[in-house]
């Protein structure tokens, strides 16, 4: 399994940034697919989440209306557009394949990749 992402970056308080994630290594269209954060000195948090079929999208509450997940089946990539970018936002981001096709609301991320570094700062 293969989880590479991009788009991080410096952005001021109230921006956005697309993050990408390339899949590969696994049969894509079978699993959900997630974007996880950790900040320094804090443990690593879920913000997005998406089914297999993306018929179904959670996000937290600290991100719900800023975040959108979206994924293509077709191109092994997910992507998660951030928007309304504040300082809290700021951390390392994690694209991440889940144990099943269906988020069940539970931490059984099995791979992520090495993460990419989004900073809100002015």
């Known amino acids: 399994v293969q989880l590479v992402e991009s788009g991080g970056g410096l952005v001021q308080p109230g921006g956005s940034l697309r993050l990408s994630c390339a899949a590969s290594?696994?049969?894509?269209?079978?699993?959900?697919m997630g974007w996880l954060r950790q900040a320094p000195g804090k443990e690593r948090e879920t913000v997005a989440a998406i089914n297999f079929n993306s018929a179904m999208t959670w996000y937290p509450d600290t991100v719900k209306g800023r975040f959108t997940i979206t994924r293509d089946n077709a191109k092994n990539m997910v992507w998660l557009q951030m928007n309304s970018l504040m300082s809290e936002d700021t951390a390392v981001y994690y694209c991440a394949q889940f144990r099943t096709g269906i988020y069940t609301y539970s931490d059984s991320w099995d791979y992520w990749g090495q993460g990419t570094q989004v900073t809100v700062s002015s």
């Open positions: 290594g696994f049969t894509f269209g079978q699993y959900a």
